[in-house]
């Protein structure tokens, strides 16, 4: 493996080699420059898990994690995220009430904040669905959110948050109540209007306002890694390309390079981004 001088960074990612690519993915990322990436749990279903208890989610987790051991041998850095999927609930209302879903989903997160006070992940995942549901299953979706929060203080980590479109500026205020920094609050699939840390898919047409502007943001690619959607949302290969792109005309400098994929992720997670 060649020695990096840029660090690179997906701020989300999944690899799954059951249903898809699994670490031929994550070396398509490294040929391209890529050298670090936050793994994230995917959701419960894609894995055949089917949870009766907040325990149940552990399944997944371990998954992630196992992963995330077989990462180095490509020569990139896996941080593991875990948590619980905020369309879980329109799963789990299929099959039980809805108070039942939610204190599933409770435990989960429980379980996920576990594994990050044992050291075995950096942060957690929470949020709610992207799509319209009942104002009582979006009280839920909330509720599931706050308990996320809290663990999340709880454990002094961050935060990834996936939800709707849009700024999602009410998540502040709850973050605030929980005593957690906006800033460790990551808006995954963001845009420039969230006042949440935003994370941008690499092709988003605001980024090299951004770098000009200063405002702290990551990238992403969001890539799902399952057969049936080869390359969704984009492919592994994206965030080094795009950042690659940037560089090579003048949007980017080397500096940015650094403040984007090392400096603004050790200030939002809190862990090292060093190159070997």
Sequence with gaps: MKSRTIPITDDHIHIDPINGRGLEAVKDFSRVGGTHIFLVSKPSWSLSVHPVTGEDYARVFDETIRIAELIPETGVVAFPVLGVHPAEITHLTERMPLAAAV?????????????????????????RPHY???????????????????????????????????????????????????????????????PLHPSLIAKHEAIPELIRSGRAFTMESDYMDENERPGAVIGPKSVPRY????????????????????ETIQNVYGVSITLE
């Design 103 to 127: 204190e599933i989903m409770k435990g989960g997160i429980d379980c996920a904040a576990r594994y990050v006070r044992e050291g075995k992940a950096v942060a957690l995942k929470s949020g």
């Design 132 to 194: 319209e549901v009942s104002p009582e299953l979006l009280a839920a979706s909330n509720e599931v959110l706050m308990h996320a929060l809290d663990a999340t203080a709880d454990c002094g980590c961050a935060l990834q948050v996936h939800a709707e479109t849009g700024p999602c500026s009410d998540i502040v205020d709850m973050a605030r109540r929980a005593g957690i920094p906006k800033e460790r609050v990551i808006k995954h699939y963001g845009a420039p209007d969230t």
């Design 243 to 262: 950042t690659n792109k940037l560089l090579e005309s003048g949007q980017m400098t080397e500096e940015d390079c650094f403040r984007i994929h090392a």
